[in-house]
């Protein structure tokens, strides 16, 4: 899915941006998350699952998760189009890479509706 | 002094290899590498390297002295020499010719690619295509530009991907018609440039700023090139 949208010869200027944003989002997740954790030194498990229960937790949670799976796509991509000169191992590469992503976001919703 | 210089000719060497001179300079003078690489070239006619203008303006002999690209008629020996050793290399990443001669053929095909002209389909006034002080002024910085190819063989995007990414001499040109008033390809120019490579390689590493014997930045026009790009698109 992601593998679509980004890399293939369209547009460097979306690559680009979708960097940027992604970035964003993962700077202030982790701020977030961070924050969280400082104002809660003693964070039951009730408390914690409470907080992913929250519709806006959850949009900013699978926000940021995309932003893993296309900022990690984005920087992978380049890095195998700078270094991985033989087409075939790159390839594979960037269809393991591919893969890996789609796999983590799938399980990352699963986690987060604990379905 | 000792000058450890770069040496390979196809036509009878294996591999290249590093050859070692020792040389007595001037005393109380600091002489430029070109001067050095003069002298050693009477003492060792089969060393081979291009310059022309010996003043910096020609950018034919540039090349990678004790590890920095730069231009050997303009750099002192006080400021080339490392520990007391000069190390004469051709620019990296380019075809090795024959000895500190690369070749430049990819550095130019990107130069090409950017159509470095004046392109404008308007009709041609009777005597010439004005300018303001103001637009004349954006050029400045842009046109300086002498293709030395010092930055553009300093940059590793460029070093992976020659043949796709324009490089920070090509793309500086590439902004020097894209600020010109007098230019009316604008829109077409920045569809070319709007790949994954030709701009977007550029990872701001700014090698290119710190060695341009022109002291001219190219990883400020690529940002501009951006700033224009995304101006474009939204
Ligand atoms: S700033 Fe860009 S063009 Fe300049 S050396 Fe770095 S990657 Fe290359
Ligand atoms: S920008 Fe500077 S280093 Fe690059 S080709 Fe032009 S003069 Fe040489
Ligand atoms: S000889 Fe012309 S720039 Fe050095």
Known sequence: MVTQITSFGRSGLYDWMMQRISAVVLSLYTVFIIGYLLLHPDLTFDQWSALFETTWVRIFSLMMLLSIGMHSWIGLWSVSTDYIKPTGIRFFFQALCGLLMFVYIVWGIQVLWGL | ?234
């Open chain 2, 1 to 234: 002094m000792l000058v450890s210089i770069y040496r390979y000719n196809p036509e009878v060497d294996d591999a290249p290899y590093m050859k070692d001179y020792q040389i007595d300079l001037p005393e109380g003078k600091d002489l430029m590498v070109l001067d050095v690489l003069n002298l050693l070239k009477a003492q060792d006619p089969s060393i081979s390297y291009r310059r022309s203008c010996r003043e910096g303006v020609c950018g034919s002999d540039g090349m990678n002295m004790s590890g920095k690209n730069g231009l050997a008629c303009i750099t002192t020996v006080s400021e080339a020499a490392k520990n007391g050793k000069l190390v004469l290399r051709p620019l990296p990443g380019l075809p090795v010719i024959r000895d500190l001669v690369v070749d430049m053929g990819q550095f130019y095909k990107q130069y090409e690619k950017i159509r470095p002209f004046l392109i404008n389909d308007t009709p041609v006034p009777a005597i010439e295509r004005l300018q303001s002080p103001e637009e004349r002024e954006k050029l400045d910085g842009l046109y300086e530009c002498i293709l030395c190819a010092c930055c553009s063989t300093a940059c590793p995007s460029f070093w992976w991907n020659p043949d796709k990414f324009v490089g920070p001499s090509g793309l500086l040109q590439a902004y020097r018609f894209l600020a010109d008033s007098r230019d009316t390809a604008t829109q077409e120019r920045l569809g070319e440039l709007d790949d994954p490579f030709s701009v977007f390689r550029c990872h701001g590493i700014m090698n290119c700023v710190n060695v341009c014997p022109k002291g001219l930045n190219p990883t400020k026009a690529i940002g501009n090139i951006r700033t224009m790009l995304l101006q474009r698109a939204t």
